[in-house]
């Protein structure tokens, strides 16, 4: 199996990029622009910002401190773009990892140690500053791209390399060695995958050692406190994500890899436990997670703010490696419909169109229009109203180029009974004596036909997705047609070739209502249509049209229409809409909302009726009554902010005529 998660146990086992192709429609487009544009482009920004270029001073023993360019953690950009490589390579691409392998592989020390940041003449020691050295997070990415070759069939200079780093790690670190942990989790899955891939048992020792110092307070506390490295609280004990949120998502992957290797149930329970609250309480409806700035963190339960929202692209790709083992592990489809949200609505956001600039973060507010960016210079920020070709932390653009080079590997998964699809992308599935096709236009259309190509004599189940935003939707198959409600739609049969099931999965637009307790957007509504949120943003509308001050009528039908602008399927949505008279802050309308009978919906916003996620899910759908056509058009989020600088809304106030109907 060629893919990034291959566990030796669980309920389901993955089909990698060797017997799943995407071939088009939206996920294949990103993946080809993915190849042709972002993994070209982070090569590019590598060299100029001489971030390869410390590997190649370092092999020359030239790397003096002056010399050295970028953060402490520089090294990993360069082990994630080789992964990236790597993986677009197994899945045939035309992409060459043998200059990178070379240039990174020179630089190793005889004792497997790799960093060009400590070690040398007139640098810090190593393993000198555990707490922000971010040694282990590097040696977590480069064993990762090692693995990606390995599970390509190819045992090369970077294989070779980060299999070095790994048994250098565990000497220094393992039991009789240094009782200490690195201050970024990373390297935990990455040991248990090397295991899985290569079959030494120590590597998957020494991850369990790292996934049990956790929360033993081996860090100092420092002013964002212990959570932030996940090191107030062990694992085990902890009942939900906090403190920096792509570390604790990366240390979440690690311990739940480490739980599945060694059989620890108590450890996978304590996971999902941290991921239900997590989800119903810390998570944007985009899927994203992070809402604070201060520490690139998770907030309190139900802290979710539009415009200061992080969400770091970083947490939504550490999120959906999270669900997809979760996913393997139990079988439920709930961990896919997370991954579903969240790749459609932020890892699809990160990148521009042109997959040559991109976001660090994604608020779901933009108050005001963000400046043209000067598309030959990193950009020093974390946050800006326009994706930035590069920053001075560009950790990003790296993880999700290699997130779309493996995108095949966290489509469809077989057990003993069949398989299983459970991301909709158009193109091929395999495993044995089955074959499949999948054709669809999906997202913008919701249909999902799966034609079966070959087929075993024996009887076997076929299980479709059915998303929970779907409610209900319609199954046909050679016996007819059903309806079939969230979860999984399974057909068992004798198959043929030739036979072919069809999903239709229904994309009326809907209104979603967030749980009241989100304060920061109480009274307001936002927009779906299938797995897509939708925003508002100015540049459809006259500038005397001011987003702070629209309000949106949430009974009315919300109509469909082209958007060729942004691309040739691309819908586009248009609901009734006002500007208020005196338009306030949300925080006004927030603390009128707060006098009502707390009983009551507030803001006017009717009771949920329909979960957006299943249970633990703090947003529901809105029924609808008929209404004129809309005049605010809304767009799909991930293509905000590729028409110029412009403000942006998913968050809708709902307007008082709204909320005195009832």
């Known amino acids: 199996m060629i893919g990034p998660v291959r566990p030796s146990a669980g309920a389901l086992r993955p089909l990698g990029l060797d017997a799943v192709r995407i071939t088009g429609g939206f996920w294949g487009e990103r993946q080809e622009r993915n190849a042709k544009a972002s993994i070209p482009h982070a090569h590019h920004w590598l060299e100029e910002t001489g971030w390869l270029g410390n590997f190649r001073l370092a092999a020359t023993d030239d790397l003096v401190p002056h010399r050295r360019r970028g953060r402490e953690f520089s090294d990993s950009e360069v082990f994630k773009l080789a992964e990236a490589m790597a993986w677009e390579c197994a899945r045939g691409g035309d992409v060459s990892v043998g200059e990178l392998s070379t240039v990174v592989a020179a630089a190793q020390e005889p004792g497997g140690y790799l960093n060009t940041m400590f070690g040398r003449p007139g640098q810090q020691p190593r393993y000198s500053d555990l707490t922000w050295g971010h040694e282990l997070y590097c040696y977590g990415h480069l064993i990762q791209a090692g693995v990606a070759r390995l599970r390509g069939g190819v045992k090369d200079a970077l294989a070779t390399t980060a299999i070095r780093a790994a048994d250098h790690v565990c000497v220094e670190f393992g039991p009789t060695g240094r009782q200490a942990l690195c201050g970024h989790p990373g390297i935990e899955m990455a040991l248990v995958e090397l295991f899985r891939a290569t079959g030494t048992a120590r590597y998957l020792d020494q991850a369990r050692l790292f996934v049990d110092r956790r929360g033993q307070a081996s860090l100092p506390d420092v002013e964002l406190g212990r959570a932030y490295f996940q090191d107030d609280v062990p694992v085990r004990e902890r009942v939900v994500f906090a403190g920096h949120a792509v570390r604790a998502l990366y240390l979440a992957c ?41 520490g690139e963190a998770f907030g309190e339960d139900f802290e979710l703010p539009a415009d200061r929202a992080y969400v770091e692209t970083c947490a939504a790709v550490a999120s959906v490696m999270l669900c997809w083992r979760l996913l393997l592990a139990t079988g439920e489809a709930r961990f896919a419909d997370l991954a579903e949200r969240t790749l459609f609505n932020v890892v699809a956001a990160s990148t521009s169109l042109d997959g040559r600039a991109f976001f660090y973060t994604n608020p779901l507010r933009q108050r005001v229009a963000g400046e043209v960016l000067d598309r030959s210079r990193p950009w020093p920020r974390a946050s800006s109203g326009e994706r930035a070709p590069w920053r001075d932390v560009s950790c990003c653009p790296t993880n999700v180029a290699r997130t779309l080079a493996s995108l095949g590997g966290y489509v469809a998964t077989v057990d003993d009974g069949g398989v299983q699809v459970h991301q909709y992308a158009a193109g091929t599935v395999a495993s044995g004596d089955i074959a499949l096709t999948v054709a669809t236009g999906y997202p913008w259309d919701g249909g999902v036909e799966v034609r079966v190509d070959r087929t075993s004599q024996r009887p076997w189940r076929l299980s479709l997705r059915v998303p929970a935003w779907a409610g209900e939707a319609t199954l046909v198959t050679p016996e007819g047609t059903q309806r079939v409600t969230p979860g999984y739609a399974v057909v068992s049969r004798t198959w043929r070739s030739g036979d072919t099931v069809r999903l239709e999965l229904p994309l009326t637009p809907r209104w979603t209502a967030p749980d009241p307790r989100i304060d920061a957007v109480r009274g307001c509504v936002a927009v779906e249509r299938g797995p897509l949120v939708y925003c508002a943003e100015s540049v459809d509308h006259d500038p005397a049209t001011a987003l702070d001050a629209v309000n949106v009528d949430r009974s009315a039908p919300l109509t469909e229409r082209p958007l060729p602008a942004l691309g040739r399927d691309v819908v586009a949505l248009a609901v009734p809409a006002s500007a208020t008279s005196d338009p306030r802050s949300e925080a006004t309308r927030t603390d009128e909302a707060d006098d009502r009978d707390p009983s009551e919906p507030a803001g006017g916003v009717p009771a949920r009726t329909t979960p957006a996620a299943g249970d633990g899910w703090p947003y529901g759908s809105i029924s609808t009554a008929e209404a004129e056509p809309g005049n605010l058009t809304l767009v799909p989020y991930h293509l905000w902010a590729n028409r110029g600088p412009a403000t942006m809304r998913v968050w809708l106030p709902v307007a008082s005529s709204t909320q005195d109907r009832r």
């Open 254 to 294: 690690g311990a739940v890899d480490v739980a599945v290797e060694t059989g620890d149930d108590k450890l996978l329970a304590a996971v999902v436990r941290q991921w239900e609250r997590t989800v119903a309480a810390r998570t944007y409806v985009t899927g994203g997670m992070g809402s604070r700035h201060e």
